[in-house]
């Protein structure tokens, strides 16, 4: 995979270009951006709620990547990509998630409704959970590997659905950023680019650093299973 070419020593400046990126980021979000008139402090979270779904896309893209390359070729430097995707998928889903009613309860009045793009945030956020309450359950074996990859697959569609729900069924979701929104203030624009930008390389950073851990892991095991069949550890079978 992609990230197995990465060199280690990037690791630490990638670190600091992100980090500067984020203190950028939240400085021209909180003195920089205008208050909104209607929604006051509480349309900040416009900054941190859209790019935390882009990041969650990022996430689980790379899982179904990583799930169709594990079931096509079982390389298990593809089924770390998936797990590590996974999570962090599932870390941005929840900021998402988090941050969408605290948003909804200054627009609508309510915390939650069902409505279109909520349901099938939920929804891909319950397959990928799945996904990693399967493979949490121990050493996760080939059948574990197997059946969990095709759970991500499965998932792919449920991101599309996530995606263009809006446009399809017409709920009470804004769409800010399209033709159909009302668009963003030019003194927005920038604060909202850079925002997206710390929020990706975040996103693209834990994903990198979650897989060399996973592939460590795997390099572990491994080595304990060669030292089981050499009778040079103890089976604790």
Known sequence: MSFARISPSLFAPAWLVTALLVLASLSLVFFVAPMEVQMGIV????????????????????????????????NPKADALAVAGAEIGMLFCA??????????????????????????????????????????????????KLFGAGLAVLGVPVLFLVHYSVQKWRGVHPTVITKQGGGLAPEMVTPFLLS????????????????????QRQAIDAARARALEADLLENEA
Request: glycine share 8%; aromatic share 16%; hydrophobic share 55%.
């Open 43 to 74: 349309q900040k979270i416009f900054y941190f709620h859209v790019p935390s779904a882009f990041a969650m896309y990022v996430g689980w893209g790379a899982t179904a990547v990583g799930a169709l390359a594990y079931l096509a070729s079982r």
């Open 95 to 144: 900021i998402v998630l988090v941050t969408g009613p605290l948003w909804a309860r200054k627009a609508w009045g309510v915390y939650w409704t069902w409505d279109p793009r909520l349901t099938t945030t939920l929804a891909a956020g319950m397959i990928y959970l799945a996904y990693l309450s399967l493979r949490s359950f121990g050493e996760a074996g080939e059948s574990e």
């Open 196 to 215: 997206i930008a710390a929020v990706l390389s975040l996103a693209l950073l834990l994903l990198w650093t979650r897989y060399r851990l996973e592939r």
